[in-house]
């Protein structure tokens, strides 16, 4: 059963708007928020799929989302088996999934939805800070993991960070990940580290950093295509699927700071 105690979002300050007519014309109205800066030129609305099993707990998290002007929840499920379902019925971009839910856990729905629907993003808000949990939720194709007890904080920049493609690990997450490599050397697992050429390493490194291949491509005055086919070998080469894990990958291979 998902947690019920989901903190109520707080109430935007009403500071700075429309405090009293002015001969000014208007300027655009920011989109800035305490939880980051939305994309500018994006096109709509980020399309998301909510699912917990609770709805006091749904209720506190589309109030979250729907506040955002480029967030929009377009359907809810009360379980892992309806999730999927509203992903058949439903264009939605982004899944945010609880992973305690009957019928289906959010973990199940999560594979199944990345084999339905390989373009959609999946995020999981769960109570638990679990390594299990996390591990299970990456596995399965998750490119964020969020905990309830801080969604208010961290929920609206996991979801923009999952629509740029980039990972969102809470701080106790890293720490897990640190932990998994190090058992993972003491137990002789480590892939060798002369497997990557050093321009290979380089593009690593700005991929974990968070750098679009443009910016990648300035920094190292390369072309964009160079870039992307770097890219592609990494993860050719490595065995890895995507920015997440080559992220995890950086870590383990000290090219960035956890």
Known sequence: MSDPSLPEPSEPSAHGRHAGASTTPPTPASTTSAYGTPPESAPSKIRIL???????????????????????????????????????????????????????????????????????????????????????????GACGYVLKSVADRDLVAACRAAMRDEPFLYPGAVTALIRNYLDRVRHGEETSDHILTPREEEVLKLVAEGHSSKEIAEILFISIKTVQRHRANLLQKLGLRDRLELTRYAIRAGLIEP
């Open 50 to 140: 909510l699912a917990d099993d609770h709805a006091l707990v749904r209720r506190g998290v589309r109030l979250i989302l729907d506040r955002e002007p480029d967030l929009e929840v377009v359907a809810e499920a009360g379980d892992g088996a309806e999730a999927i379902d509203m992903a058949r019925a439903h264009e939605a971009d982004l899944a945010v999934l609880d992973i305690a839910m009957p019928r289906l856990t959010g973990l199940q729905a999560a594979r199944e939805l990345a084999a339905l629907k390989p373009g959609l993003r999946i995020l999981m808000l769960t109570m638990h800070d679990n390594e299990q949990y996390l591990f299970q939720a990456l596995k399965s």
